[in-house]
């Protein structure tokens, strides 16, 4: 089983950033792929971002493509989201995800709130 550590979220004015991060424990995750999705308040979650186990590729929704960076360190066990400009839209609650052959796993969130 893996257990799934999200941090680094807090309050933001718009266009700061902020950089979340997602530790990792139980079992290595260098074959896993990783993701953030969201969950804003009365909507439903929604993918964020993911990347492969090498890192080589990632993955975004049209909505973060270009402000959103995702990076993972296979070596600490963690993830990363680094948010730039960020966007009252973009306030939500955000969980990491590990993946490996459909099993996932979910972390239990980070609030990231940013005012306007």
């Known amino acids: 089983q893996v257990q799934l550590a999200e941090s680094g979220g807090g309050l933001v004015q718009a266009g700061g950033s902020l950089r979340l991060s997602c530790a990792a424990s139980?079992?290595?995750?260098?074959?896993?792929?990783m993701g953030w999705f969201r969950q804003a308040p009365g909507k439903e979650r929604e993918f964020v971002a993911s990347i492969i186990w090498n890192g080589d590729n990632q993955y975004y929704a049209d909505s973060v493509k270009g402000r959103f960076t995702i990076s993972r360190d296979n070596a600490k066990s963690t993830v990363y989201l680094q948010m730039n400009s960020l966007k009252p839209e973009d306030t939500a609650v955000y969980y990491c995800?590990?993946?490996?052959?459909?099993?996932?796993?979910w972390g239990q969130g980070t609030q990231v709130t940013v005012s306007s």
């Open positions: 995800t590990s993946n490996y052959r459909g099993l996932v796993y």
């Open positions: 139980g079992r290595t995750i260098s074959s896993y792929t």
